[in-house]
């Protein structure tokens, strides 16, 4: 990662308990919201079968894909087990309600 921050939206324009999606070079990335305004970016591919994480259902700090119900830890991109994988984490940072990812 080299760290390049790239300003994705202020907070408010990304939904809480949802999603919004940026194309980049490195494919889409899902920046997530949470309930209290926690703000997390993974790759939209669920490490599963490739379902847009961006369409799941927020919940606490955890998505849920919408093709098969499996949960990913948004701090981590990590599957909840007993299922296994991992979908790619971008560091996020929110300065002056402004939201950026590094790339």
Known sequence: MNNEWIY??????IPRQG??????GHGDIAVFR????QVFALRDHCPHQGGPLSQGIVHGEKV??????????LNSGVAV???EGC?????????????????
Do not use: G
């Not at 949470?34 to 305004?37: E, F, I, K, V």
């Not at 849920?64 to 830890?73: G, K, S």
């Not at 979908?87 to 790339?103: C, G, I, P, S, T």
């Open 8 to 13: 994705i939206a202020a907070l408010d324009e």
């Open 19 to 24: 999603a919004r999606v940026i194309e980049t």
């Open 34 to 37: 949470t309930l209290s305004d």
């Open 64 to 73: 849920t894909c919408p093709l098969h119900n499996w949960v990913i830890e």
């Open 81 to 83: 087990a007993p299922d």
């Open 87 to 103: 979908a790619q984490r971008y560091a996020v940072k929110v300065e002056h309600m402004q939201v950026f990812v590094a790339l």
